[in-house]
C-alpha cells in the first residue's frame, strides 16, 4: 500500500511558475514509478509526466515537454513538478500516481494515487 499527498497548488498569473510535491508513505517509493495526471472540469485525467523506477528516466506529454521538469528524491519519498511558463490551458487538478510498471501513460495501469491539487493559471 501507498499513500499519496499532494501540495503545492494555487493560483498564478499566465508565465509565472508553480512546484507540485507528492510525498508518499506506507510502502517502498523507490520500487515506484511515479506519474502526474491532471483533470480539468468535464475532461477526462490526462498524462502529464512520469519517472521510471530504478533509473530515474523522465517522459513528458508533448505540450509541457519544454515547460514542466519532474524529479524525484527517493530518501525522501516524494515527487515533484516544476511547471514555468504556465498557460491558463494549464489549469486543472493535478494528480500525483504510483505504478509498478516501468512506465505507463494510461491512468488504469497506475495502481495508487492522491487527492489532487489545484493549479489554475489566470490570463
Known amino acids: 500500500q501507498l499513500q499519496l499527498v499532494e501540495s503545492g497548488g494555487g493560483l498564478v498569473q499566465a508565465g509565472g511558475s508553480l512546484r507540485l510535491s507528492c510525498t508518499a508513505s506506507?510502502?517502498?517509493?523507490?520500487?515506484?514509478?511515479m506519474a502526474w495526471f491532471r483533470q480539468a472540469p468535464g475532461e477526462k485525467r490526462v498524462f502529464v509526466a512520469a519517472?521510471?523506477?530504478?533509473?530515474?528516466?523522465?517522459h513528458y506529454e508533448d505540450s509541457v515537454a519544454d515547460r514542466f521538469t519532474i524529479s524525484r528524491d527517493d530518501a525522501k519519498k516524494t515527487v515533484s513538478l516544476q511547471m514555468n511558463s504556465l498557460k491558463p490551458e494549464d489549469s486543472a487538478v493535478y494528480l500525483c500516481?504510483?505504478?509498478?510498471?516501468?512506465?505507463?501513460?494510461?491512468?488504469?495501469?497506475?495502481?495508487?494515487w492522491g487527492q489532487g491539487t489545484q493549479v489554475t493559471v489566470s490570463s
Open positions: 500516481a504510483a505504478t509498478v510498471n516501468y512506465y505507463a501513460a494510461y491512468e488504469e495501469w497506475y495502481d495508487y
Open positions: 506506507g510502502s517502498t517509493f523507490s520500487s515506484y514509478t
Open positions: 519517472i521510471s523506477r530504478n533509473d530515474g528516466r523522465t
